[in-house]
C-alpha cells in the first residue's frame, strides 16, 4: 500500500518569510510524527500527534513552530518568519495506534537563503 | 529525557566481514529499541528492533542485542554486502503502549568495501 508521503520535497524560502509543510500518513495510521534531521545529524523529534490532538510537543524548538492535524490524517508544520538555523530535512512518520514502529515519509528539504 | 550515544560515526568494513555498531541510552524506562537504515537522499527505513522482554532478536544476516542491565544495545550486521552502505540510526523510546517519540543517536555511516 502507500507509504507515508510529503509535500514539497524541497523548499527554498527566503529568511523571514512563512513556510507551510505537509505530511500524509499511512491509511489507518492514528499516530503522527514531525521530525528534523540537520546536515549529518541525528532525527531530533518535534511533534507527536493522536488523532487531531498533539500530547507530545516538547520538541518544538521556539513558538515559530507549529503543526496541526485535521481529520485524523493529514498534517500540516507550519514555521512562520522562517531563519537560516530553519534549515534542514522535515520527516514525518506515522504509526497505528498502540504501535511502536513508526514508518518515515521521505522528507521535505527546507533552504532558508 | 533520554539520552542515546552511538559509536562508531564512521566504520569500514571489507565485503564478507562483520559490522557492529553500538548504542547506549541514559532512561532506565526506555523499553523499545529500533534501527533504521537511511540511504543517501532517501527515508529512514526500519530494519530490525527490539524490545525489554529479549535479549537478543535476528533477522536473517541482521541481528539486534539488547542489556539492559548496562543499557547498551548493538546492531550487528553478517557477511556485509554492498547494499549495506548507508547510514545507520539506532533510538529508544519508553512506552508501555507504544506511540511514543523517538530518541535517535546520531548515526554510524557505514561503507562496505567491495
Known amino acids: 500500500g502507500a507509504g507515508v508521503s510529503q509535500s514539497p520535497s524541497n523548499k527554498v524560502t527566503e529568511k523571514g518569510k512563512d513556510v507551510e509543510l505537509r505530511c500524509d500518513p499511512i491509511?489507518?495510521?492514528?499516530?503522527l510524527y514531525w521530525y528534523r534531521q540537520s546536515l549529518g545529524q541525528g532525527l531530533e523529534f518535534l511533534i507527536y500527534?493522536?488523532?487531531?490532538?498533539?500530547?507530545?510537543k516538547s520538541g518544538l524548538p521556539s513558538d515559530r513552530f507549529s503543526a496541526e492535524r485535521t481529520g485524523g490524517s493529514v498534517s500540516t508544520l507550519t514555521i512562520q518568519r522562517t531563519q537560516q538555523e530553519d534549515s534542514a530535512v522535515y520527516l514525518c512518520?506515522?504509526?497505528?495506534?498502540?504501535?511502536?514502529?513508526?514508518?518515515f515519509g521521505p522528507g521535505t528539504r527546507l533552504t532558508v537563503t | 529525557g533520554e539520552n542515546v550515544e552511538q559509536h562508531p560515526s564512521t566504520l569500514s568494513v571489507q565485503e564478507g566481514d562483520s559490522a557492529v555498531i553500538k548504542c547506549t541510552y541514559s532512561?532506565?524506562?526506555?523499553?523499545?529499541f529500533p534501527w533504521y537504515k537511511q540511504e543517501l537522499g532517501k527515508r529512514p527505513q526500519l530494519i530490525i528492533d527490539?524490545?525489554?522482554?529479549?535479549g537478543e532478536k535476528k533477522d536473517q544476516r541482521i541481528a539486534v542485542t539488547l542489556n539492559k542491565t548496562a543499557k547498551h544495545f548493538s546492531l550487528h550486521i553478517t557477511e556485509t554486502q554492498p547494499e549495506d552502505s548507508a547510514v545507520y540510526f539506532c533510538?529508544?523510546?519508553?512506552?508501555?503502549?507504544?506511540?511514543?517519540?523517538?530518541?535517535f543517536g546520531t548515526g554510524t555511516r557505514l561503507t562496505i568495501i567491495p
Open positions: 512518520a506515522s504509526s497505528f495506534a498502540l504501535s511502536y514502529e513508526q514508518y
Open positions: 491509511s489507518g495510521h492514528t499516530a
Open positions: 500527534f493522536q488523532g487531531n490532538s498533539a500530547p507530545d
Open positions: 532512561d532506565s524506562a526506555s523499553n523499545y
Open positions: 527490539i524490545r525489554s522482554n529479549v
Open positions: 533510538a529508544a523510546s519508553g512506552s508501555n503502549f507504544g506511540n511514543e517519540k523517538l530518541t
